[in-house]
């Protein structure tokens, strides 16, 4: 595995596989990796020449108030994992080589970037778009891969890459669960054991509104409340900041589920911010 | 000449030139060309593989009260002074294929773009930006090709190609000038006879104040009522919008006027917005 520190010989190296026609497949990550990243790396392995994977903490799309500094970091681990799994390269770029004195563009796909999480948290993916356009550009990636456990970043990237004519394939693949079903998310390292507990309520109240829709129940109404009692149930969620059933292209709230549809659920077990999702394929 | 009207064959097609290591200049104009644009593509002749010029009027960059609709157009003279250049490829896309229905992302390099011209013409120079990233993308270029007339937006356009590494070089190239030292635009064919007399008080006041700075006057103050006083000469300028001396990189306001410093005006003769700009090398 090649570890590549400079963004200027990252972009040669990808310049060079591109003229021997050999294609990128990219997986963007903040590292701590588990489960979920690396079968985003076993994708790309399987649909590309090469596979790139970043780690890059990027500290345009945390808020201030934000978790950017205890963010959880385990270079040793992610490397290994990552040789493991034959990953052609390591792309491992310091923050003031992305962004220099002075740095100040940005990329911003409107009107989807305030919804939801964008919503709680201003910024957070003006801050996403932009490192994303600048991988794109340094990696020259054929394909990029996504988890849709961030499903509302996976769609924005596939928006700002149509929209500015990246010819990109963002391709979007399955949330990866623990064995009790809780989505593996880098920020999981934060709960403790009673919160880990605690956690699995989410995907189970995701699991049974799916059942709910499925069994003829489909206005917002009824679903809102469904979620919220369930929620409601586990005493350790501090915050609900979202919980509902959206339109998967353009995140906004639904009157009625329907095939294709988003549940969608954001809330804080105590300090900790967690998301998770389902698509209703009724 | 080949007239490309479809962005996705225009990517095809520069993808291709790129994989048999051609390398391509770009011209973006927005048609009613002059000898300023020839120019451009003179010197993308002089420095590519494959020269290609394309020709959009930008309804993104027009605020809802500017020229959008009645800008000039005129795509047969525009052609025949192409193809007497022998230009490779004319991309001459329609506004619906470049901003499809949905269209939302943007790019914006802060801070330089709500200086000078942006402080009047406010989301001008996303606009601009915004489609030089498409456009980028979407020709592939080595290097892309931009008049000193329009400053700001060739500063802007280098900021944004080396914030988002773009690995695009991005080359200024000098403001052409009519016989009288009128700087070429296409908007000058909104001016009447004795409007287009008045106009060349422009650059009247750029070369004396130039000469101003080299007699050892390098204070704003002097600058400025200079500037003023000797364009409140012409009856016909309805409204200065700016005339003084800036930084080339900040686009800031000096204190004195140094080497490389840049003198600027913008300016309406009667409804015609003109702008001109002159770098002082003492």
Redesign the interface.
């Known amino acids: 595995m090649e570890l590549i520190r400079i ?1 200027r010989i990252m ?1 040669d190296t990808a ?1 060079g596989h ?2 021997h ?1 050999r294609s990128i497949g990219l997986v963007p990550t903040m590292g701590a990796l588990h489960e979920g990243h690396l079968s985003l790396v076993r994708r790309s392995k399987g649909e590309n020449d090469i596979t790139a994977v970043s780690i890059f903490v990027n500290p345009l799309q945390f808020a201030p108030s934000e978790d950017l500094n205890k963010y959880p970091r385990d270079i040793d681990g992610d490397t290994e994992k990552l040789r493991r799994e034959n990953v052609d390269i390591l792309f491992m770029p310091d923050a003031h080589l992305i962004y220099p004195e002075g ?10 970037s305030e919804k939801l999480c964008g919503a709680f948290r201003p910024g957070h993916f003006r801050g996403v ?2 490192i994303v ?2 991988l794109f ?2 990696v020259k990636p054929a394909r990029a891969y996504f988890g849709q456990k961030d499903f509302q970043q996976a769609v924005i990237i596939k ?2 890459a149509k ?5 990109i394939d963002v391709v979007i693949c399955p949330t990866i669960r623990e064995n009790d079903g809780l989505a593996m998310s880098s920020r999981n390292l934060y709960l403790n054991k009673d919160e880990r507990k605690a956690a699995t309520v989410i995907n189970k109240c995701l699991t049974q509104t799916t059942e709910l829709i499925k069994s003829g129940i489909i206005d917002i109404e009824s679903i809102r409340r469904f979620m919220k009692e369930k929620l409601s149930e586990e005493p350790l969620i501090t915050e609900i900041q979202y919980a509902s059933i959206y339109s998967p292209q353009t995140l906004d709230e639904l009157e009625k589920a329907g095939k294709g549809a988003l549940l969608a659920i954001a809330l804080k077990i105590g300090k900790t911010r967690l998301i998770d999702n389902m698509i209703v394929n009724p």
């Open positions: 963004p972009q310049g591109f003229l026609g740095f100040s563009t940005h990329v911003e796909a409107e009107g989807i778009a932009t356009a600048k550009n340094i928006k700002m929209d500015l004519d990246m010819a």
